[in-house]
């Protein structure tokens, strides 16, 4: 047996899997490298090492989302049934990180670049690729999927997401006098952030609360991709200089996305299905609270943003509504 195979069996002994192919070998390698490089970048922000801000902040930076892209693309030429999944993460990551490139090589040195950009078309792109990865996974990762209880999660994100608008983004906007499509833009970050994120909070309603490592991996991303998203929309929307500091966040991330395609277990999981308060707790704790906003607009002025928002937690539990509803048991032939 040649030298080579020999080495491919390796591979497959440790990595517990028994379809492994070239790619992939090459992306158990660059795992490591691009952890380093990540944790690099981590060090750099938060003052531990010093150097060139171009080196960390905009190279590396770099790097580590290519190869988080990378690292999802890879899994997909090894991965049998969770191959779509991978392959929409990985086009989500790519498109954040040709964002980030775009930006780098055409806006960095510019002391007044334009808002929104081509950077932003690419950034914007990340969310429904992500999506239609999310979707996947469930499709594949779990037996009964009850709609009405994955949109608990998506309802209470929209409430959370109602004063952080209404007390930093909306104001913000206001005061930035770009114009309304940079307003849109600036408010659309959060928004899809915090629908992403509910619709992972969502799942772990579905699980039940018991989270796999796969899962667990992909909220923190997705919750750690939103934090630095919050911070570069506001420093957008007051027309600022983006300041250092917590670039890491959309590194450490992306690679945390990476890293739960890479766990994500193709078995069917079975959730049991809530009864008693357990159940409607959520839906009802969410429209409870934008009832309450709308009763405190009776009294004080509400912004368009905190209407919209509390419309939206309406349409949801509309839709919950709807999908719950109880059926007719189909009749014998």
């Keep these: 047996m040649p030298p080579t195979a020999h080495s491919t069996i390796a591979w497959r002994r440790v990595l517990g899997r028994s379809g492994g192919a070239p790619p992939v070998l090459v992306a158990w390698a660059l795992w490591p490298v691009v952890a380093a490089l990540a944790g690099l970048e981590v060090l750099y922000d938060i003052g ?123 104001p913000a906007a206001e005061e930035s006098g770009r114009g309304t499509l940079a307003t849109i833009v600036v408010l659309s ?12 909070l969502g799942v772990y309603g579905l699980l039940d609360w018991h989270i796999d490592r796969a899962w667990l991996f992909l909220g923190l991303g997705c919750g750690l991709m939103a934090m630095g998203d919050g911070l570069f929309a506001v420093q957008q929307a007051r027309a600022s200089a983006v300041d250092a500091g917590y670039d890491f966040t959309w590194s450490i991330g992306a690679l945390l996305i990476a890293l739960a395609v890479w766990r994500a277990v193709d078995v069917p999981t079975t959730t049991p299905e809530s009864i008693g308060w357990r159940a409607i707790a959520l839906p009802l704790a969410a429209q409870a609270i934008a009832a309450a906003i709308q009763v405190y607009g009776l009294f004080h002025e509400l912004g368009t943003t905190e209407r919209l928002v509390t419309l939206l937690v309406l349409l949801v539990a509309m839709v919950q509504i709807v999908v719950s509803r109880p059926r007719a048991p189909a009749r014998a032939d």
């Excluded at 693309?73 to 980030?100: I, K, M, P, Q, V």
């Excluded at 930006?103 to 081509?118: G, I, K």
């Excluded at 970050?189 to 992972?200: C, E, N, Q, S, W």
């Design 48 to 170: 531990v090492i010093g150097g060139g801000r171009a080196l960390f902040e905009d190279w590396i930076h770099d790097v580590v989302l290519i190869g988080a892209a990378g690292l999802c693309l890879a899994h997909a030429t090894e991965a049998r049934r969770n191959r779509s999944a991978s392959l929409a993460f990985g086009a989500g990551l790519a498109c954040w990180a040709a964002g980030d490139v775009w930006w780098t090589l055409f806006y960095e040195r510019d002391s007044n670049p334009p808002f929104p950009s081509v950077a932003d078309a690419w950034w914007l792109a990340w969310y429904p690729l992500t999506a239609l990865g999310l979707a996947l996974l469930i499709r594949r990762g779990i037996a009964s999927f009850h709609l009405h209880r994955w949109m608990d999660g998506i309802a209470v994100m929209l409430i959370v997401l109602t004063p952080c608008i209404a007390l930093f983004l909306a």
């Design 189 to 200: 970050y959060p928004i899809l952030d915090a629908l992403m994120i509910g619709g992972v």
